[in-house]
């Protein structure tokens, strides 16, 4: 059964279309945007779409150890896992976005064309925005006349272990 603190993770990233994907390699770690092509509430999986010949298939191929970023203005969370690279075509077909040839210019059919999936493990977020953004407002307000420090619930800031490692 899904905690509420998955849920909440889920429902946070499932707003953005692009993450800061961080890579290892030998000199360090390497972040760069990823539109993301797909979300997988039930297996805990991320879809990200990447050109065979990027630097990025060889540091995943070296570490598969990675983490996804997301922020907005109020909205903000971060999931480590591991990336797989998958050359599935018809996983390529199934998610195709026309917005994809400004970097396949050949389209869906471009031979170059690579999936990474990226399965979760553990994320955590911190949700400021909508109602949880008054609920904190509201609490740090009274924290504020009482002289004490701001709280945050599970609600709006969170760590869910999403997969054993």
Do not use: C
């Not at 570490?63 to 997301?70: E, K, Q, V």
């Amino acid at each position: 059964m899904e905690n509420s603190g998955t849920k909440n993770l889920f429902d946070l990233v499932s707003d953005f279309d692009v993450a800061m994907l961080v890579t290892y390699s030998r000199t360090g770690m390497h972040a760069r945007p990823m539109t993301v092509a797909r979300l997988d509430k039930e297996m805990h999986t991320a879809f990200l779409v990447t050109d065979i010949n990027s630097v990025k298939v060889d540091e995943i191929s070296a570490d598969p150890h990675a983490l996804l970023t997301f922020q907005g203005t109020r909205k903000f969370a971060t999931v480590s896992g591991d990336l797989v690279v998958l050359q599935d075509r018809e996983l390529i077909e199934q998610m195709w976005k026309e917005a994809w040839t400004l970097w396949f210019p050949k389209g869906k059919s471009d031979p170059s064309i690579t999936l990474l999936r990226f399965t979760s493990k553990e994320g955590e977020f911190w949700d400021g925005a909508g109602i949880q953004g008054l609920k904190f407002a509201y609490s740090a307000f009274k924290a504020l006349i009482a002289g004490e420090s701001a709280k945050t619930d599970s609600d709006q800031h969170d760590k869910v272990i999403l997969k054993k490692k």
